[in-house]
Structure formats: C-alpha cells, structure tokens
C-alpha cells in the first residue's frame, strides 16, 4: 500500500511492525533469533532489543532458554478488539449460520488486505473439522477465491497493488502465471463469482462472492467444499446459495454505513 502523502516513515515503528506480522505469519514455529535476523535484514543487536521490550510487553513471547521467539497473548488483544468493533460481522455471521445450516459446508468471510485475504469469520461444516481456527489468518488473494472474487474488481495498477512480484504456487493447481491468472479474473467478472480448484488446498473447491457495499468491493463470503463430496448439481446449490447470501448481506448495508466504517 503507497504512504500517505506528506507522511514520514519512522524506521522503528515500521520495524516493529515487520517483526510482529513476521512472527504471526510463522503460526505456531517459534524462531531463533539468527533466523529473524536473516529474514528481516536487521542487525542481531537491536533485534536483540527490540524483542526483549516487545516480550515485556507481552507482544512476543520467549522460550525458557530466552532463545526461541513467537507471537505473544498481546497481539491476540488487539485483533480481537479489530472483530469487535468491525461493522460488517454483526450483518455477515447469521448469514453465514444459515448458510452452514443449509447445506452444512463451511464458509468464509474475508477482507483484501495489500495481497492477501485475511480471514474475519468461518462457519466449520459437521462433516470436515478444522485442525485450527482460520479466523485471523492470511493467505495470497491469487490462490482464493475470496481473493480472487475481490481482484477481479479491479485491473490496471490498481490491481499491480494487489499482487506480488511474482506468484508463487501452493499447489500444482495454483494459477502462477499473471496473463493465466487476468484471464481467470475476467472470467470471475464475468459469472459473477470466483473459484479456487485446489489452488490453495488439495482436495478442495472453494466458490466466492464479493460483498458489493463498497465499490470495489473489499469484503467477501466463500464456500469450501471437499472435491469427494461434490458434484454439477452441488456445485450449483452451493453457488446459488452463496450469491443469494451476497446480495442479501449487500442489500442491508446503506451507502451510509460504508461512508462511516474503517475499512
């Protein structure tokens, strides 16, 4: 995302920040402090530092030994506040409930943050669990159809700001390739919904749609729906369902709101 105008980076705060979404990306892998070093480009003193004041805090935590780092309950706090006071999730979570209540898949609802999706609320199905939460979590908006379903809103550089350098592939299914993946885009424009085909989760097909209460849209709710269990006449229930969803959650929210909420 380009800086504010007339706004000057300040370089400790902006290192902080690279430390914090470096540790949370790791999940649950704890990191010496050789590895945040190399991985940050940051010399091993003041990380040395700057990790002992964020343990202080909270904000990181260490091992017994002092020597493996991660993610500490502080960052838990403040992502929590985030779904708090979010104006959309009050409007989107019994939509999901009953989405899930209907046909029994699990489903999504995500915000387009830089090139990523990060995931604000799941609804699990009965008949595939979750080892974890996906709640909090990003992934690259290329390889989701909750991403895609919100790239597909936009082309140009505004798209550019959207996207890495280079896409990389999760899974042999992944669409790496950036002309493959316009194509698939103006696809997705054009039905009016998005589909990830094992691109980021083998044995999956997950199905988007974009949430039109801003413009471009920048929320959206998806469907994931192991390949085993579905079929053309699935295929549609589930993509009827979610459209449905869409316009009904769209239809609520006033011009008003949307002015008026941080997103």
């Known amino acids: 995302m380009s800086e504010p105008a007339g706004v000057r980076e300040v370089k400790s705060a902006a290192r902080t920040v690279e430390l914090l979404e470096h540790l949370a990306a790791r999940q649950n892998r704890p990191a010496r402090l050789r590895e945040l070093s190399e991985a940050l480009g940051v010399p091993r003193s003041s990380l040395h530092a700057l990790l002992r004041t964020l343990a202080k805090h909270g904000w990181v935590r260490a091992d017994s030994t002092g020597t493996l780092y991660g993610i500490g309950i502080r960052a838990l706090l403040a992502g929590t506040s985030y779904l708090d006071t979010d104006p959309y ?10 989405l899930r209540e209907q046909l029994d898949e699990t489903f999504h609802f995500g915000r387009l943050d830089g090139p990523d999706v990060v995931y604000l609320a799941t609804r699990e199905s009965s008949q595939y669990l979750r080892p974890y939460s996906r709640v909090g979590r990003r992934l690259p908006a290329y390889s989701t159809s909750l991403g895609k379903s919100l ?11 959207h996207l890495p350098a280079s896409l990389e592939a999760l899974t042999p299914h992944t669409i790496a390739d950036r002309s493959a993946l316009e194509k698939d885009l103006e696809e997705t424009r054009q039905r009016g919904y998005a ?14 749609v974009p949430l039109r209460y801003a413009e471009p849209a920048v929320d959206a709710i998806s469907a994931s729906v192991p390949i085993a269990r579905l079929n053309p006449q699935r295929e549609a ?4 369902a979610l459209r449905n969803a869409g316009d009904r959650i769209s239809r609520v929210v006033t011009p008003v709101s949307v002015n008026n909420a941080w997103v």
């Open 151 to 161: 790239l597909s809103a936009r082309t140009g550089s505004e798209l550019d700001e």
């Open 89 to 98: 999730l009050p409007l989107v979570l019994p939509v999901l409930d009953e």
């Open 195 to 208: 589909v990830d085909n094992q691109e980021n989760s083998l044995g999956l097909k997950c199905f988007a």
């Open 237 to 240: 229930e589930v993509i009827q």
